[in-house]
């Protein structure tokens, strides 16, 4: 069965690009573009891992990682900070607050989003082996 | 007896001058409490001008970067995994190079009119149009972004509004900016009214919306360069352009731009066109 990702984002640019290779690999992408109904989706899909954006209409990604923390249901889920405003108080509190991860969306090349991915969620990657014959 | 009568007056003169003296000091000080005053209130003004242009640098950046990462994201998936993308996919992101390269041309556009205004430099083309067509064409642009949020789009023109001269571009980015706000700060399945009617020798243009409308403390500040509005829950977004500039394409027109309240909620911004 297809792991599923939850991506909490407003901006359709990034949301495109991140979830085009995600889907290539074989995720199950789910969206959801106000931060309001974030907790409420992520309890009702159950994602096996959360790109959350930390600028959002509605509220802050920050808080939404706060209040998944804090909720039984969601406690361990695995939550991934995908955002552009990498400043060091962001990323302490995101990590402070529990984050798994956090990538900085300018670094991040999209076709290596899904290992990443991949990784976090324990999963065996792609690797190309070379046998040498003696 | 004499003696006596000399001292007298001596004191007496001592004490109108200690008197005088203290006076004149007494309005010294206060001239130089004044002075200071000024000197801490210009000090307070120069301090926030610095803290604004340095509150806005960030927030620039973050504007240019972010379309700028999604066109080379893009570029990127085009190159390394066509053979893997379907032909929807392949569409999805050369549009998205698109988009985001106007908004990038967009925002150089922005600070280009900025700049311009501030330097006096800003001009209109202005040509004989129709205000009515100009605002339906924006309406129904919006219209697929407004059914996003449920949101409901009324637009209600004044037929007896005759062409005039303005210049319909800007009017549009005018127009484009105070809608976009709407929509932005209206929660699901509100409604937006984009009217105009005729007053006196101007046209009135007003956009209504039944979002959470706007603190009077924060209405002087609205039309500021960098000046963000807070949406219902305190996030402040944009770069704080847009109402500054609206502001200087209806006045370059000799026309007014201002915000009320929309009773019972929401706000309603309006701005007139002289109709010479």
Known sequence: ?134 | MEQTTLLNILVILESVLLLVISVILFSKTRNLTKLKKYEEEIIKIKAKKEATMGDFLPILVHELRSPISVIRGAADLLMKEANGLSADQIHTLLNQIKSSSNTLLDLVGNILDVSKMESGRFEINKSFNNIGTVLKEECSYFEPLAKIKNLTINCSIDENIMNFSFDAERVKQVLSNLISNAIKFSPDGGIITVESKKVDSYCQVSVSDVGVGIKDVEKPLLFQKFYQASNQNGIKRGTGLGLFISKGIIEAHGGKIWVENNSPKGSRFIFTLPMN
């Not at chain 1, 891992?49 to 209040?67: A, H, M, Q, R, Y």
């Not at chain 1, 290596?112 to 082996?129: H, M, R, T």
Request: proline letters at 4%; aromatic letters at 8%.
């Open chain 1, 1 to 134: 069965m297809a792991k599923k990702i939850l991506f909490v984002e407003d901006d359709e640019g990034f949301y495109n690009i991140f979830s085009v290779p995600l889907k290539m690999k074989g995720y199950d992408v789910v969206r959801v573009v106000d931060g309001n109904y974030a907790v409420e989706k992520i309890i009702v899909e159950k994602p096996d891992l959360v790109l959350l954006d930390i600028v959002l209409p509605g509220t802050s990604g920050l808080e939404i990682l706060k209040e998944l923390r804090e909720r039984e249901e969601t406690q361990s889920v695995v939550v991934v900070m995908l955002t552009n405003f990498g400043s060091d108080e962001n990323i302490s509190k995101a990590m402070e607050y529990g984050a798994n991860d956090c990538l900085m969306k300018y670094n991040i090349v999209p076709s290596e989003l899904p290992d990443k991915i991949a990784s976090l969620l324990g999963e065996s990657q792609n690797f190309n082996v070379k046998v040498m014959e003696s």
